[in-house]
């Protein structure tokens, strides 16, 4: 039986590589990376519709502790210190001059972007990324076999002050699939050593794939 397998699997991962070059991947657009000071905040979750700068609350929400959202952190920042950004501002100080615009306005109802924009003012930087999570179910499994597959869905907004507006956004919204559920997407399978990868290792896809479309 054990034979059987390896013999099954080997073949299975050569219909996969039959694949690879055919595979679909959803067209992105680079865009020019920012020039002046980037600064970096931290992962949040929306917990209404005003945290939202764009996209929506799933039905069943699932609470992520500050350990999940650290990690992401962490995530974000392998990510950019991958790219071209040679440098940028950290979220601790970023999370200190929310605290700050949140102090201030304390008791009034502010739409998402407004705040946003008066945070990187007070850090007096060009860009601020923002980065979201609104939704991280964990593999529950392993890396052969799965009830059910790791799931995310995160945007990452980069703000000029200087237009005051959202200059890009990325979002990434995905559930790992089989490669007999999605055969298109075969390269993924193959990249990913043909093994069901956990909720933080695809955030960190999707976060790799947004540094570098907005090219940073």
Request: charge should be neutral.
């Amino acid at each position: 039986m054990t034979y059987l397998r390896r013999v099954a699997t080997a073949a299975l991962l050569a219909v996969c590589a039959m694949f690879v070059l055919a595979s679909c991947q959803r067209p992105h657009t680079v865009i020019e990376g920012p020039a002046g000071t980037l600064a970096v905040a931290g992962f949040f979750q929306p917990e209404s519709n005003r945290d939202l700068m764009a996209g929506y609350l799933p039905e069943n929400p699932i609470h992520m502790d500050r350990k999940v959202l650290n990690e992401l952190d962490a995530g974000l920042s392998a990510a950019l210190a991958k790219g071209e950004s040679k440098a940028w501002i950290r979220p601790a100080k970023v999370d200190h001059c929310r605290t700050l615009v949140l102090e201030r306005s304390k008791g009034k109802v502010v739409a998402a972007f407004a705040h946003w924009l008066e945070v990187a003012k007070c850090v007096e930087a060009d860009w601020l990324l923002v980065p979201q999570v609104t939704y991280l179910r964990e593999r529950e499994g392993s890396e052969v076999s799965v009830q059910n597959a790791a799931s995310v869905t995160l945007d990452l907004f980069l703000i000029s002050v200087a237009d005051e507006s959202i200059a890009a956004r990325y979002h990434f919204e995905e559930t790992q699939l089989s490669l007999t559920e999605n055969i298109l997407d075969a390269g993924k399978f193959v990249r990913r050593g043909g093994k069901w990868i956990t909720a933080l290792e695809l955030a960190r896809e999707g976060m790799e794939r947004g540094v570098k479309e907005f090219g940073l």
